[in-house]
């Protein structure tokens, strides 16, 4: 019997794989541009190079790259950091002889770039000379890396670059460094959340109307930091719970007017006082929002609940010896869910999982499952459009269809627990060291939060990095009270962290084996 994992998404594919779109929670058109100059100073100085990437919809449909005679002389220091010789500018036009072409690309498009004041201070002079009047709001990508990444102490795009190991070939040179830019956004959209980035950028780009009852320092008292925040009425009642990695540019992202439905203009018109509780990183963040959003039942979150029946994938060979696939039940209360793969909410969504598969890998509806077969062999729609190679009669072989199966498959494949036994997940705030949480996790299990290591031993566990022992029984754990259910968001958000190196890394997060007191102590006697 073949057990197929096939997620809601492929964690494995690659470690923080590199999208091909960015997010959504970016602005929709944009222009990603660095400047290099003849010195800093915007009145003074002259731009000798502008590159610059066109975004739209996230997707990258433009370069351009310009050199510009400065009509000045060009320092020595610039050509030994940029590269740029007063030869490359022989035969550059000036800047009011591009002004028109560049200002096309600019209009209507929000102006990203690192350090944005100083390019934008340096484009509105020149584009003063020219005669040209040009305004903007430019997002500024050192705020949003200072926002969204408050673990690291410096944001300039050379730390950027060693962050991420971006590889580039010309340093301080204008198209290069605005890729630079576009790669961060990459790397961005790969390991945070649409609203995460959307918060940043509304939070860059303007200040919010506030909710008229919400007295404003209650949004001054915010910290920027990680964590859960609440949203009550005037009366107390519990609105809405989120957690972000920046929580004041979280928050104000829900006032900036652009409500996408009655009921976020509905709970914003009823939000009086905000709380909440910092953790020392997302990871943190993400644990106590999903379980404070079941223990609390907040009026206008998604209710999540705890999933008692949840479904997988089967297959079993029919007896022409093709691999058909059934979607059958798991008990999360039954250990053994974690022997299972393919963990869904719903048979609807493993549904449409396999569909995605069909399409993309030519697999047939009828060994899927996916189309009846009532009356013997019969082609199956899809053969008709030539997206089914026939192995529904038998004109594909079993081998050839099976191998493709197993292919498609194999790319969701996860192993549930990548460890010996029970661990322990440290997370420290690096900004402030003494900001520490513990986590006692097991078989995807989250048991408990702890605030200091010693407690580990009120639980029977210790830490061995020698010999990491299996998880207390069943009888020992429920004597402790630990909750051992398995519960399927908590389960997400491990694998997300747990599996990308980069994600434990960039969360500053250490992960400690443990052995068991109680087992320990039992093998000795």
Known sequence: MLRINSMQRNWLDDLTP??????????????????????????????IEIGLLVIENGVLTEK??????????????????????????????????????????????TLVAHNARFDYSFLKNEFARAGISYSAKPLCSVKFSRNLYPQFK????????????LPIENRHRALDDAEMIYRFMQKSTALFAEDEIAATCKTILKRPSLPVLLDPKEIDRLPSS??????????????????????????????????????????SSKIAHIDFDQTPTDFGAQIHESNQIKALGPLYNRRLRRVKK?????????????????????????????????????????????????????????????ESANNGPKPCFRSQLKKCFGACLGAESAEIYNGRLQAALDNYQIKLWPHAGPILIEERD??????????????????????????????????????????????????????????????FILVRFLVDAEKIALNNLKIWPLTCQLRLLSSRD
């Open 310 to 370: 949840m479904y997988q994938y089967h297959s079993a060979l029919d007896h022409n010896g093709y691999l058909r696939i059934s979607i059958e039940g798991v008990d999360s209360d039954n250990d053994a869910v974690d022997e299972q793969f393919g963990l869904f909410r719903s048979t609807r969504q493993a549904s449409l999982k396999l569909q995605a598969l069909a399409d993309q890998y030519s697999l047939c509806h009828q060994l899927l499952g996916l």
């Open 430 to 491: 690096p900004q402030q060291p003494d900001s520490v949480a513990f986590h006692l996790v097991d078989q995807w299990r989250y048991i408990s939060k702890i605030a200091a290591v010693d407690e580990l031993y009120d639980l029977g566990y210790q830490l061995d990095e020698q010999r990491p022992i299996a998880q207390l029984s069943e009888n020992e754990s429920t004597e402790r009270g630990v909750d051992q259910h398995f519960d399927l968001d908590i389960y």
């Open 226 to 267: 990680a964590g859960v925040y609440y949203f009550y009425d005037a009366q107390g009642a519990l609105l809405y719970v989120g957690k972000s990695v920046h929580i004041r540019n979280r928050v104000l992202s829900h006032f900036s007017g652009d409500h996408k439905n009655p009921k976020d203009l509905q709970m």
């Open 64 to 109: 351009w790259q310009s050199f510009i005679d400065p009509q000045v002389p060009l320092p020595p220091f610039i050509q030994r950091l940029t590269g740029i010789d007063p030869s490359m500018l022989q035969g550059a036009p000036i800047f009011a002889d591009i002004a028109e072409v560049l200002l096309s690309k600019l209009q209507g498009r």
């Open 154 to 165: 410096r944001h300039g795009l050379s730390q950027i670059i060693q962050r991420f190991d």
């Open 18 to 47: 590199v999208p091909t779109v960015l997010s959504s929670g970016f602005p929709e058109h944009m222009v990603l541009l660095d400047c290099e100059t003849t010195g800093g100073k915007a009145i003074y100085h002259r731009i």
